[in-house]
C-alpha cells in the first residue's frame, strides 16, 4: 500500500498562486502515477491533473489546463500541484491518489483506477 499525505492548502486571494505537496510513503516500488483531484462543495470529484510514473506523461484536465503544473520529485517520493492566477471556483477540497503502473495519457485520467487517496488539504480562494 502507499500511503498519500497531501499539504499546502491555506485561504488565498483571487489571482494568487499557491503549490501544494503530496508525500507517498509505504510501499513505494514499483512504479506509480499520482493524481491531483479536487472536490467543491456539493460536487463530484474531479481529476485536475496527473502525472506518470517518471514525470515523462502529464494530463490535465480542461479546467485547469494553462493555470496548473503538476511535478514529482522521485528521490522525495514526492508530488507537486502549482496553481497560478487562482479563481473562486477553484475552492475545493484537494486530494492526491496514486495508482501502481507505468501508465500515460489518457488512461491517468481514470478516476476509480486510483487506489491509495490522502485525506486532502482545504484550498479557498476568496473574491
Known amino acids: 500500500q502507499i500511503q498519500m499525505v497531501e499539504s499546502g492548502g491555506r485561504l488565498v486571494q483571487t489571482g494568487d498562486s499557491l503549490r501544494l505537496s503530496c508525500v507517498a510513503s509505504?510501499?513505494?516500488?514499483?512504479?506509480?502515477?499520482v493524481g491531483w483531484f479536487r472536490q467543491a462543495p456539493g460536487k463530484e470529484r474531479e481529476l485536475g491533473a496527473a502525472i506518470s510514473w517518471n514525470g515523462g506523461s502529464t494530463y490535465y484536465s480542461d479546467s485547469v489546463k494553462g493555470r496548473v503544473t503538476i511535478s514529482r520529485d522521485n528521490s522525495k517520493n514526492t508530488a507537486f500541484l502549482q496553481m497560478n492566477s487562482l479563481k473562486p471556483e477553484d475552492t475545493a477540497v484537494y486530494s492526491c491518489a496514486a495508482k501502481y503502473g507505468r501508465a500515460s495519457g489518457q488512461p491517468m485520467a481514470v478516476k476509480k483506477s486510483y487506489a491509495y487517496w490522502g485525506q486532502g488539504t482545504q484550498v479557498t480562494v476568496s473574491s
Open positions: 509505504g510501499r513505494t516500488s514499483p512504479s506509480f502515477a
